[in-house]
């Protein structure tokens, strides 16, 4: 099971113990230049990444890696700069959290299902990163309402490994050979290493005590990278993916419950949309390696719903 030292509970605690009165604070609400606010929470993922190998445009294997229920522990916070300009950055960290992944190849031409297939419910997310750094221009802001444009960069990084499970392969006839992997005998990890660029559309409403804001993200993952090592096999694959394009969403209501601290909660979307690009592999023993064009594919989904207390200053 994935570990943490982190324990949810301080997390949230110590920033409440942050989010007190602090002078000086607009008592309007509005932004003024230098205001900061920030928040922490705590929260629940749900990750699935898709891993593809091609030969020319006929898919031979898919493997399906997703998480759900992921622990999640959030930062983030946001500062007027002035010109009524915003500078605004969130990191999101898997606290804890199990997975579960299916690899199916077509190796037959002549059979349209698949001839191997393998699953994995002792898989293991070894990681989970999620960066946003944004700056947002107000075209509308009355202190009550913002209206704003803007646009950032991005960075996720997903990884798990997969250990024991069952296969049904096909060795002389097809679906013949069935089994299972020693229990704990690690098999493949997978790691996806996202770089994006967007530009962003922010909405904000105050109402009384009430705030709901949101947030519409487009753009690319640029320089997308896909690490696969086959442990059983020797061998590492090293996907170089074509830019592909992302959207993502975030929608927030945090209600006043002093001066300067509110409690909130969140919802955060993200997908990057599947996208081809070129495999190279390698034998982690020998060196023996070789690459293929447009060999590889990929794609991400997260959902993360969180809930924490906000501060200003």
Not at 67 to 78: A, E, H, I, P
């Amino acid at each position: 099971m994935f570990k943490s030292q982190i324990n949810p509970v301080l997390f949230v605690g110590g920033a409440l113990l942050l989010a007190t009165p602090a002078s000086g604070q607009d008592a309007s609400g509005g932004s003024t230049a230098g205001s900061v606010r920030y928040y922490a929470g705590v929260g629940m993922a749900n990750i699935k990444a898709g891993e593809y190998v091609y030969s020319g445009d006929r898919k031979i294997s898919q493997l399906d890696w997703e998480s759900k229920g992921v622990v999640t522990g959030t930062l983030g916070g946001d500062v007027d700069i002035g010109y009524a300009w915003k500078l605004k950055g969130r990191l999101d960290v898997g606290l804890g959290g199990n997975g579960y992944m299916e690899d199916r190849d077509w190796l037959s031409t002549s059979y349209s299902g698949w001839t191997h297939q393998s699953l994995h419910p002792d898989t293991e997310l070894d990681r989970y990163i999620n960066v946003l750094l944004e700056a947002e221009k107000a075209l509308v802001d009355t202190g009550a309402t913002r209206l704003g444009l803007g646009g950032g960069i991005g960075y996720t990084n997903v990884k798990w490994t997969a250990r024991g499970g069952s296969y049904i392969y096909s060795d002389t006839t097809l679906h013949d050979t069935v089994g299972n992997f020693a229990d704990g005998l690690k098999g493949i990890t997978y790691e996806q290493r996202i770089p994006t660029v967007f530009l962003s559309a922010n909405a904000e409403q105050k109402i009384g005590a009430l705030t709901l804001s949101g947030v519409l993200r487009g753009g690319a993952a640029i320089s997308y990278k896909g690490v696969d090592d086959h442990w059983l096999r020797n061998l590492r694959f090293t996907d170089t993916l074509d830019p592909a394009p992302m959207v993502g969403a975030t929608v927030t209501a945090d209600y006043k419950i002093l001066q300067s601290a509110s409690l909130y909660v969140g919802g955060d979307f993200q997908k990057i949309f599947k996208t081809r690009g070129d495999a190279h592999v390698r034998h982690t023993v020998t060196g023996a390696s070789g690459s293929f064009e447009d060999g590889a594919a990929a794609d991400f989904q997260s959902i993360t719903l969180s809930a924490g207390v906000k501060g200003s200053f």
